[in-house]
């Protein structure tokens, strides 16, 4: 049994076919697999679930999850953070992971608590949705990305945002949170 964390089994990933361990916070993150699929139009193998993102923040470094990027003729044009609580407590932390899971800013940060979500553009960090509704189908992630600044984020920056995310993600985890890695 992992961290904090009731495992209720083992479940199918609906993205990889891949077995995970089933809990609650898997329930939402399945859920929202398949409302890409499903409702917003993306293919499964646009999604990639479950990707790793070592952070630092001076000597100290660690590696949380994002659990979901979304890919389209081979740059990312969104990414999904799920985590459960409060969604505006989310909003910097995944800004600044953004500016991290590529060497350029990602356009489109969806956070989510698994009951609501909310959308962010990536540039101007302005929310632009609210709801599961507003994140952007393929159609209109296209249409975003053509239009994108996929400029690359300057060295400086990066760091200073993988020290924010650090704090938020990494010293703000509950100490038993299997999700993150503290190295």
């Known amino acids: ?36 699929v499903t409702d917003r139009g993306f293919a499964k193998n646009e999604i990639i679930p479950r ?24 740059r990312i044009g969104m990414i999904l953070k799920y985590a459960p609580g409060s969604l505006v407590t989310r909003h910097r932390p995944a800004l600044a992971i953004s500016r991290l899971m590529a060497p350029y800013q990602i356009p489109v940060v969806v956070v989510t608590n698994g009951e609501d979500a909310d959308v962010l553009d990536g540039t101007s960090c302005k929310q632009t949705g609210s709801g599961f509704g507003a994140i952007p189908s393929r159609d209109e992630l296209v249409a975003i990305m053509a239009n994108a600044d996929f400029s690359p984020v300057p060295e400086k920056r990066a760091a200073l945002e993988s020290r924010i995310a650090y704090c938020y993600e990494i010293d703000g985890a509950c100490p038993c949170d299997t999700n993150i890695c503290r190295l």
């Open 1 to 36: 049994m992992g961290g904090h964390h009731l495992v209720l089994g083992e479940t199918e990933d609906f993205i990889t076919g891949d077995i995970v361990e089933d809990s609650h916070d898997e329930r939402y993150r399945q859920k929202l697999a398949r409302l890409l």
């Open 51 to 74: 990707n790793r993102l070592a952070l630092n923040a001076g000597e100290n470094i660690g590696v949380i999850r994002v659990d979901f990027r979304v890919e389209l003729s081979g």
